[in-house]
């Protein structure tokens, strides 16, 4: 056996270890064979092994974490979603959309997907109930609004995308808002999908009455300026293309410094898990590349990509490996350095086209309640609703959308 496939085959056993025991974090499993195999297999000494770890990653998502992680603790991010659900007004028919719109907003300014759906989850699935809407369809399109934003250059996981981008040299200031705009495009036809499929249009408008909107915390100096901050972020990455992770951490200094935010807290309340997983899954991806396992990867997926079938392919095998793995954390850093030479041996396709396909396919899925989003939705149902059945269908929403992913790809990115 070739040292190329014994280090994919390690890969291939960490992900199924991380899907059968969720107790794990694959990240760590993951740092552990990138040692096991780089020390026994290859003879690298720890020291080279460590400097496979993907520090540019890890400190894009330590950040931004960070940055929004201030502005949440000091009462700023209630201050943004009283807001928007005090404008929005939702009811009826609108209830589901008004709450995708509420979502994709509040992840593309910069908290992200996860933090955009415990924010409004809570909020969204008793609305939906008491005004007579599907708490399915309300999940649905809660996640999958906030997926639609989340690719957004100054949320964390577009922040991680750009960094990724970045790796293959596409450096186009443009090229993020590109992606953005592809992602943002297939999630919202996902959305309008469920809202069809699911009764979006049938509930009777006022129908169990209407959401009342939450109070508006006060507007206080410290979260002026915190709104301040928070716009000078999107200022600096999306118009003069300062790198995020630089921005995230000279602004978060800066609040600290102004005692406009708890840094201990908002250190202790990071995203560890992910970070690891960050961390972990891209040192052995980049341990498994210098090995060839990589090159022996995309020869495998290139023999099944027909031409015609590129972006579809890569959409189905990220919706199925983020069925038991972290999107972001695994499935992007795994399979978007993968799109050059797939994209090479198949002689067909984009890179951008490939890279959009990756994103859609991993994120599609995430309103399975295996995930963090789904999980989130359950957790906020009322006590009335049958959480099993909800449960249920989730999971079989969240395996169609793999399927969904591909077709939207193909469609969208193989035939146009």
Not at 59 to 68: A, H, K, Y
Not at 375 to 392: H, Q, W
Request: charged share 10%; hydrophobic share 60%; glycine share 12%.
């Amino acid at each position: 056996m070739t040292l190329a496939l014994l280090a994919l085959l390690v890969l291939g056993a960490t992900l199924f270890l991380g899907i059968v025991r969720t107790d794990l974090n694959v990240g760590l499993l993951g740092l552990a064979a990138a040692f096991a195999v780089g020390g026994w297999g290859a003879g690298l000494a720890p020291a080279e092994i460590a400097r496979l770890f993907p520090s540019t990653l890890v400190l894009t998502v330590i950040g931004v974490s960070l940055l929004f992680g201030l502005a949440g603790g000091n009462g700023t991010l209630d201050v943004l979603t009283g807001g928007l659900l005090r404008a929005a007004g939702p009811s009826g028919q609108r209830l589901p959309l008004t709450f995708f719109g509420l979502a994709f907003a509040l992840s593309a300014l910069g908290p992200g997907n996860i933090a955009a759906v415990a924010l409004l989850a809570p909020v969204a699935l008793p609305a939906a109930v008491r005004a007579g809407v599907s708490p399915l369809l309300m999940a649905i399109l809660l996640c999958t609004g906030a997926n639609a934003g989340t690719f957004s250059p100054v949320a964390v996981t577009g922040s991680l995308n750009v960094t990724l981008l970045e790796g293959l040299g596409l450096n186009d200031p443009a090229l993020p808002l590109t992606v953005f705009a592809g992602v943002a495009a297939l999630q919202s036809l996902s959305a309008g999908l469920a809202y069809l499929l699911l009764g979006g249009l049938r509930v009777r408008a006022g129908a169990g009455g209407t959401a009342d909107p939450p109070d508006v915390p006060p507007l206080t100096p410290v979260r002026r300026l915190t709104l301040a901050v928070l716009a000078a972020f999107l200022v600096l990455v999306v118009l003069l293309g300062v790198n995020a992770a630089a921005a995230a951490f000279v602004l978060a200094s800066l609040l600290t410094l102004l005692r406009a935010g708890d840094a201990e807290s908002a250190v202790r309340d990071l995203p560890w898990g992910v970070i690891l997983l960050v961390g972990g899954i891209g040192t052995l991806v980049n341990l498994l590349e210098g090995t060839g396992s990589l090159d022996l990867a995309t020869d495998l997926l290139a023999r099944l990509a027909a031409p015609g079938l590129f972006h579809a392919l890569l959409a189905f095998v990220a919706g199925l490996l983020s069925l038991g793995s972290s999107s972001s954390g695994v499935v992007m850093p795994l399979l978007v350095p993968l799109v050059p030479d797939l994209l090479h041996k198949v002689g067909a396709g984009s890179l951008v086209g490939g890279v959009i396909a990756v994103d859609v396919g991993s994120h599609m899925v995430d309103v399975s309640p295996l995930s963090t989003l789904g999980a989130l939705c359950l957790a906020a149902l009322p006590a009335e609703v049958d959480r099993a059945r909800v449960f249920r269908l989730l999971l079989a929403w969240g395996l169609a959308m793999a399927v969904l992913g591909a077709g939207l790809a193909w469609v969208l990115l193989d035939l146009l």
